[in-house]
């Protein structure tokens, strides 16, 4: 009964972690790295074919984007999400790639000139198609039998639509365990969703920790603030950029914004025009009006027994084609334009921050976490100029972090999160999905509070029946300019992920017979003396 730790380890994105019972490999999320670079998106520290299941905690690509990926390399076994995360995961995984194949269109166009070699996407858009294939459905609080010793309940996270928190029951050779992962534990009072369920104990508890070092700023009311920013914009003239993410954030800001309209609080322009520009958002706004069974809080089920809309106000304009995005530029009427990506890295709000960062006059708007390397973290760090499509850009725009918006637990409500597990009290916390400097530093808080605590290194593995470690695994080198400007390469992490799948490859030779173990030990040998010399 082992856990490896695969993704999201000292990292904000790329959650992806294996429990090994029973001789059954079981990936908790299979995630893309996002923003800056540790790890190659494009090696697996293990063979994807090696894998029985995955369980998806909810449908952010930082979470779900490796999937398509997993398949491509041999994955042929089962996934099991909730009912929404699969619709929005479908949306989703097509999106990127889409993404994947266009950047590789891209560098390949480039590469033309350099003389590059060939760039391959991660996966294809025929690869996310066959997501579906795989993938297997169930709702909150639905005991699911996954395999032998091994038990699934999904409960609601709060972070997003159909997000959930797993719970696993797992018995190997007469031993029992109980481990729960956080996924991404949502912020409370948030419109539309749900706040996140407590458990009352397990045996270990695999949990996030992306704002385990601070609390978000009070925020009493989000429609009178967001409103100020917009109301004192549009007064100059300007335009109100909001990067966003299309799932979740954006079908949020839509909330607030009816009710602001419906109050009319922006005084200066009371049926300012809003524009969602991302095809991606546009569908998830489909499946956010959708069936929702199970999954709407208090105040959205209200509204939708009264027959109202969530999103329905006047004046909100959805842009399909590159055409229509690009049109919003050339109208110099003052708007709100909320576009993906939300840290600014890929996606059409690139375009309009090159329009709009250099206007004194235009706000700029980050309502949900900047990852460190990202162009969204840059500019909140007061970077005075960006390079946009080969141009640089002055940052003249007001640039303001509405920290309100968060749709991740802060530091308090991670350790009352915590706090209730009590019966049983776990006999570990491994704390993931912070940053390097976070993690470990929330890993000693709830050390403090009386648990045994800390944040796992990637690649590193776990014994779950002997509370102990068995391999320590090691923190990836960070690709950015190191002193002196010299660049660290990505070939030492690929090679890395080669000797991971070594190990693999030899732990699943144990009891065959001693003749062919020792053909493999000389091959191994040869080519590390050959190396060697």
Known sequence: MELSFYGADQCVTGSCH????????????CGLQQGRDEVSNAEFPFAANTIDYVLVTHAHIDHSGRIPMLIKQGF?????TTRLTANLMEIMLLDSAHIQEQDAEWKNRKGERSGAPHVEPLYTIEDAQ??????????????????????VEFVDAGHLLGSACIAMDLTENGVKKRIVFSG?????KQPIIRDPVHFSGADYVVMESTYGDRNHTEVWSYTDDLARIIDETMAKGGNVIIPSFAVGRTQELLYFIREIKDAGLVKSNPDFPVYIDSPLAKKATTIFTGD?????DDDALKLVADGTHMFNFTNLRMTETSEESKALNEDRSPKVIISASGMCDAGRIRHHLKHNLWRPECTVVFVGYQGEGTLGRHLLEGTQSVKLFGEDIAVQAKIVNFQGLSSHADRDHLLSWIADFKAPKPQHVFVVHGDREVAPFFAQTIQGMGFEAHAPQYTEV???IENKQLAPGYLPERKVKAVGGAKTSSAYERLVAVGQMVMESIKRSKGRDNKSLAKFADQLRLLLEKWEA
């Not at 294996?18 to 999320?29: F, G, H, S, T, Y």
């Not at 042929?76 to 099991?80: D, E, N, P, R, V």
């Open 18 to 29: 294996c429990l090994e019972v029973n001789w059954k490999k079981i990936l908790i999320d």
């Open 130 to 151: 066959r997501v579906k294939e795989f993938l297997t459905t169930c709702e909150y609080g639905q005991t699911v039998d996954l395999c032998e010793g091994v038990e």
């Open 184 to 188: 991404d534990l949502g912020n409370i």
């Open 462 to 464: 776990y014994d779950l």
């Open 76 to 80: 042929h076994g089962q996934i099991l």
């Open 292 to 296: 929702l069974h199970g999954y709407l």
